[in-house]
């Protein structure tokens, strides 16, 4: 059978645009705590859930928790560059800053790294879901507003999707709470679940 060269361009850029949209999507996982199972039975955190969901809802795409316990922007800026080399991740959520807030960090210093993640996600082809935090206002109103405001801040100036506060429908809630009254309990994950799913569900149907 014979085909024109026409033809043949057009069967190749067909094959190419759909291995392209059917290819497996990566979603790096970049955050602290409160995304690393902290205090929960293993697969019970936002994470592990958010994988099942991937799954029930037929969405072609593969997890990586690089979320450690306690972990600051500065230590995610500085393991950043080596997981987007290695992973290539489609998607990046980074949900950090609630540790710096926690030491009473700079607020400068927070911005300007979330900004240099966010920078370097984008420059590796990635879209970025930021995942916002907000701390109690015993931290002092200013500060604690201060902070909360660094998000959406970010990321309106950044283009990226944002997630205003990763614990809507957890934090005024005390019986969600671990003992240690910062890290939610199991029946808090799905609540966290769905606020970061519509947001990300979006960036994987581009």
Not at 21 to 28: D, F, I, R
Not at 144 to 157: G, P
Request: aromatic letters at 6%; glycine letters at 6%.
């Amino acid at each position: 059978m014979n085909f024109g060269l026409k033809t043949l361009m057009t069967l190749a850029f067909f094959l190419i645009t759909t291995c392209a949209y059917s290819a497996s999507k990566t979603v790096l996982v970049l955050g602290d705590s409160l995304s690393a199972e902290y205090g929960l039975a293993r697969g019970a955190g936002w994470v592990s859930l958010l994988e099942k969901r991937l799954h029930a809802e037929k969405i072609d795409a593969s997890l990586v928790n690089a979320s450690i316990s306690g972990e600051t922007t500065s230590g995610g800026k500085t393991r950043l560059q080596a997981l987007l080399d290695q992973h290539r991740p489609a998607v990046v959520i980074i949900e950090l800053g609630g540790n710096d807030a926690l030491r009473g960090l700079s607020l400068t210093a927070t911005e300007t790294n979330l900004r240099a993640m966010v920078t370097a996600s984008q420059m590796a082809k990635a879209k970025v879901l930021l995942v916002g935090m907000q701390i109690p206002p015993n931290y002092g109103r200013d500060y604690a507003d201060k902070f909360a405001a660094i998000y959406a801040k970010v990321a309106q100036d950044n283009k990226t999707a944002l997630v205003p506060f990763l614990l809507d429908g957890v934090a005024d809630q005390e019986r969600l709470f671990q003992a240690d009254r910062i890290h939610p309990t199991s029946a808090a994950q799905p609540i966290m679940l769905d606020n970061v799913w519509p947001r990300l569900k979006a960036l994987l149907a581009k």
